[in-house]
């Protein structure tokens, strides 16, 4: 290995990447890691989850984004176990070899990029947020959750006192794509796509007051019975 070689320093918050990609996803792109010069990003087609790397490659040097299967990933990290603090993984070379060994030693593993075209996640989620009205809107909870794994993973070796499950959402409206940041964790960023609510019971005229009547309202609902 030689001093030029591009290289970039990860750490465990990257291998919970692989809760945001999907193995069975209906575009190759769903099914890998994309890591770029400055971060690394994941993609099921409904949720982005982006991280920047605790070490960036150096910004004179050329740097080719490259895609490695997630589930290689995922297999890496339940290997190294707690030994993920710092993590080097190297473009690949010539063979499309990736390489990736912790900071402190012990196994190296090599696995194969793929020739896979990311999809193009920036365009995506880059909406202005503006104070649009928003009544209602519906979020997957899951989704959130692994977000706050994310964020859990990053912020666990780090010492943070902060709650990883303390998220920022920004909204725009009822059908744009919402963002989804942390305060104390600025090398997180997320986007999220709003559950459709077209047919719901959550949409029927008089849901509110019966919601307000049951929950929060009970005496006066009991009173109007009587």
Known sequence: MTKSTPMVTVDSAFFALCDVSDASGYHDGLRVICVERDLAVATNGHIVAALSHAIKWDKAGPFAPFCVLATDIERIGKS??????????????????????????????????????FPDWRRCVNNRHEPKGCGMIGLNSDYLARFSRIVGSRNGWRGYEDNPHNLTLRFNGDSSVVWVTHTHCDGFFGAIMPVRLERSVETEPGREDALRAKWLEPEASAEAVA
């Open 80 to 117: 190294l176990g707690k030994s993920k603090k710092f993590v080097r993984v190297h473009a690949p070379d010539s063979d499309g070899k990736v390489r990736i060994e912790p900071e402190d030693g012990g196994a190296t593993f090599t696995i194969q990029s793929q020739d896979i075209r």
